[in-house]
């Protein structure tokens, strides 16, 4: 019998900004091994997700585990053993990406920088390493919270829209490293609201609207329940938003 | 058609003012606002241009009073303070708009995709960030003209005329600066000096009240008349022949001042484009994670260029402490009150000044920050830091400071200047918390005006109630060392009160 172990656990999550509710009550769990699809429209509250379990925002209520561990009881461990790519990479723009490495590996206390290296070479970046962040493009900025991100091989991953602005050729890249991180026993929390991507990458999904959870199930499981060919309509279905657009488009007509 | 395309022009204009003030606002603050904190952004920055006008005026108001009544003889005080005092917020403001405006392209990608030749849109651009000034250059002129009854006509023209040059002076400057700043490249030596330019009107200002003040300063007819700036003087005694030659010389002045701003008025508008001139080549050193926090928030702190000037400051009034100590010692004048003026007019505001160092630096890396939280960093690591940082240039000030004391014979200040970097370190405290929880609440702590005129009024009084303490226990007995036991009794209270509050939010 395959025991399931939990890399990740949000239970009961409500997040507010004023009076207004980004997330309501939200609960679901990661295991290890798996590739866990957050999606749901814009505004839905993926990123205020994300940031209550990184700590950035205060959480209204609800609790957040990581690896068995309370974020609240053990802020550093939880951190240590996660990678983030936010939605934006906002870093510490005036440093040089060989800067910002230096920092990110003394903090993260790695013993070597091949790894980092070799992530460096593998998104093609070594030529921008003296340039200041600020005067990087997108994609590259993203390249940058990419190789922050994985450098320490964490257990578990939280991306965010992670391929923003990347190329076709560091998509392919980084997804083949999502999916042997998830074969090697890590965990992936991946948010996106786009499906295809989703369908590709994900074991399980959790769709969320307006702050709450609308459906979650296997990619299969779901399509049967739904009743949909594809997630994509499984995603409309759930959010009510098939009749929505048929009015749009008549509309447009 | 004349009439539309002006119209035309004048929304232009006003569009490209409302994004300056706001991008200049928001520019170090989180990013990844709620909606809400947007509005309220809006709203703050559009009103900055008079939070900044105000305070200027105020005080413009009490030098050319001070400068009428105390110094009237003295002709050249009253113009040059004048345009000391305007090249400040002109030159300041200027580099914060710039700062802002060069996060994104999204103001010169605007202008550059409109139909419209290029000298209109560097006219557009100049005519923004003059409108996006007009509160600042419009205070001093309705100063000036409130206070021509007590000071007469002919200082009031004088002053004028000073305020002119002085806007032209910093355009000039900034363009300059700015144009050299972007050639250097943000990492380049040559840029992190021009980045110290900044403290340029902090010094002008000291110097005019520092040295001008304290200084007889005697010309001769022909300087009087014919010499730039100086003829200002014969402007405010009346002199007809000065005033036509000044006129002429602001005429001149104002001209290659807005020529040489609309030229770099795009280019203060538009990101930093900057290609290192070598290959990158992958060279990364680990160290101790607090080793790379100071060395990150050092190089983070002198490649800002609105900030890297900050940390100069106290450094000034060291200078001015020197000076006077000379001053003093060549007049003869020295006595226990002298020096207990001069410890409070010139060490506390080195211990005011190194107290906002901490917000200064968080503020750097404002945009860093929220990902900064997310790496496996105690509470104290980024805030030992910040501490570490800011400890090095307020000792570093008072180390100086205290040896000239001990030069002109009064040591014993160096003690009172020490034990207030306990002050400082609760500042750094107090500033940690203040940031932290603006990061948790979705940056509402950081953007609204009241919340960041709540933050500077608590933090005097971090730094203010020790050191007001002090100085009371100073003037009353006569003495340096009697308040001492107070004074770190006081400090260490807050210090250990503040490191509490701290060690719970995480």
Request: contains cysteine; proline residues 4%.
């Given at each position: 019998m395959q025991t399931y172990e939990e890399a990740l656990r949000v239970e009961g999550l409500v997040v507010k900004y004023a009076e207004k509710v980004a997330v309501d009550g939200l609960t679901f769990s990661i295991a290890k091994g798996s590739v866990y699809g957050l999606l749901g429209p814009n505004g839905a509250g993926k990123s205020s997700t994300i940031k209550a379990i990184m700590g950035l925002v205060k959480r209204a209520a609800g609790k957040v585990s990581v690896l068995g561990k309370d974020v609240d009881q053990q802020p550093i461990f939880v951190k240590s053993n996660i990678g983030l790519v936010p939605e934006n990479p906002v870093l510490l723009e005036s440093l040089t990406p060989n800067e910002f490495f230096e920092l990110i590996a003394s903090v993260r206390k790695l013993k070597d920088t091949r790894r980092m290296m070799s992530l460096v070479n593998a998104f093609e970046f070594e030529e921008f390493m003296d340039t200041p962040i600020a005067s990087l493009s997108l994609g590259n900025k993203q390249k940058c919270a990419v190789v922050a991100a994985l450098a320490h091989e964490p257990k578990v991953l939280i991306l965010d829209e992670p391929f923003n602005g990347l190329d076709v050729r560091s998509v392919r890249i980084f997804k083949d490293i999502i999916s042997k991180h998830a074969a090697n026993g890590g965990a992936v929390l991946f948010s996106t609201h786009i499906m295809e991507v989703a369908e590709k990458i994900c074991d399980v999904v959790g769709i969320i609207d307006h702050g709450i959870k609308v459906a979650e199930g296997s990619m299969q499981g779901l399509k049967e329940s739904i009743h949909g060919s594809s997630l994509e309509e499984v995603f409309l279905k759930v959010t009510n938003m098939e009749k929505e657009i048929e009015d749009v488009l008549k509309g447009l007509e | 058609m004349e009439g539309r395309r002006r119209s035309f022009n004048s929304i232009l204009v006003k569009s490209v003012v409302k994004e300056l003030l706001y991008q200049g606002y928001v520019a170090s603050r989180l990013t990844g606002m709620t909606p809400g904190d947007i509005k309220k952004a809006i709203r703050a920055s559009n009103r900055s241009r008079i939070f900044i006008a105000v305070p200027f005026a105020i005080v413009l108001l009490v030098i050319v009073l001070e400068g009428y009544f105390f110094f009237k003889g003295n002709p050249l005080l009253f113009p040059l303070a004048v345009l000391t005092w305007t090249f400040m917020p002109t030159f300041v403001t200027v580099i914060q708009l710039s700062y802002g405006a060069s996060a994104g392209p999204q103001i010169r990608e605007f202008l550059s995709t409109l139909p419209i030749e290029r000298e209109k849109v560097d006219g557009i651009a100049a005519g923004a960030i003059i409108n996006a000034l007009s509160y600042s250059i419009i205070a001093p002129v309705a100063i000036l003209l409130i206070s021509t009854p007590v000071v007469g006509v002919w200082r009031m023209i004088s002053g004028l005329i000073a305020d002119a040059i002085s806007v032209s002076l910093a355009l000039i400057l900034v363009s300059l600066m700015m144009k050299v700043y972007r050639k250097a490249g943000s990492t380049n030596r040559l840029s992190a000096i021009i980045r110290i330019g900044i403290v340029i009107p902090i010094l002008l200002l000291s110097l005019s009240f520092g040295y001008f003040q304290t200084s007889v300063i005697r010309l001769n007819s022909i300087e009087e008349t014919f010499v730039p700036i100086l003829n200002l003087a014969g402007v405010a005694l009346g002199n007809v022949d000065a005033l036509s030659f000044s006129i002429l010389?602001?005429?001149?002045?104002?001209?290659?001042?807005?020529?040489?701003?609309?030229?770099?008025?795009?280019?203060?508008?538009?990101?930093?484009?900057?290609?290192?001139?070598?290959?990158?080549?992958?060279?990364?050193?680990?160290?101790?994670?607090?080793?790379?926090?100071?060395?990150?928030?050092?190089?983070?702190?002198?490649?800002?260029?609105?900030?890297?000037?900050?940390?100069?400051?106290?450094?000034?009034?060291?200078?001015?402490?020197?000076?006077?100590?000379?001053?003093?010692?060549?007049?003869?004048?020295?006595?226990?009150?002298?020096?207990?003026?001069?410890?409070?007019?010139n060490v506390l505001p080195v211990v005011a000044i190194s107290s906002f160092l901490a917000y200064v630096l968080y503020l750097t890396e404002m945009r860093g920050f929220a990902y900064l939280e997310t790496l496996p960093l105690s509470v104290y690591t980024n805030v030992k830091s910040k501490l570490i940082v800011v400890l090095t240039f307020y000792l570093a000030s008072v180390s100086i400071m205290g040896l000239s004391y001990l030069y002109f014979g009064n040591g014993v200040i160096i003690l009172p200047m020490l034990i207030m970097s306990l002050s400082v370190a609760a500042s750094v405290f107090y500033t940690a918390l203040y940031f932290r929880y603006s990061v948790r609440s979705m940056m509402v702590g950081v953007v609204g005006i009241l919340n960041q005129a709540v933050f500077t009024v608590v933090n005097l009084f971090v730094f203010g109630i020790p050191a007001a303490i002090y100085s009371a226990g100073l003037f009353l007995t006569n003495n340096f060392f009697a308040p001492l036991p107070y004074l770190i009794i006081a400090s260490l209270a807050e210090l250990l009160f503040l490191a509490r509050l701290l060690a719970k939010s995480g």
């Open positions: - | 010389y602001c005429v001149i002045i104002c001209f290659l001042g807005y020529v040489a701003f609309k030229k770099a008025s795009i280019s203060l508008l538009s990101p930093l484009e900057l290609v290192s001139s070598k290959i990158g080549r992958f060279n990364v050193t680990v160290r101790s994670p607090s080793i790379a926090m100071i060395l990150a928030d050092f190089r983070q702190i002198t490649r800002s260029p609105r900030l890297a000037g900050f940390i100069a400051v106290p450094f000034i009034y060291v200078l001015i402490t020197i000076f006077q100590g000379f001053t003093f010692r060549s007049t003869g004048v020295k006595n226990i009150l002298q020096t207990q003026v001069q410890f409070v007019s």
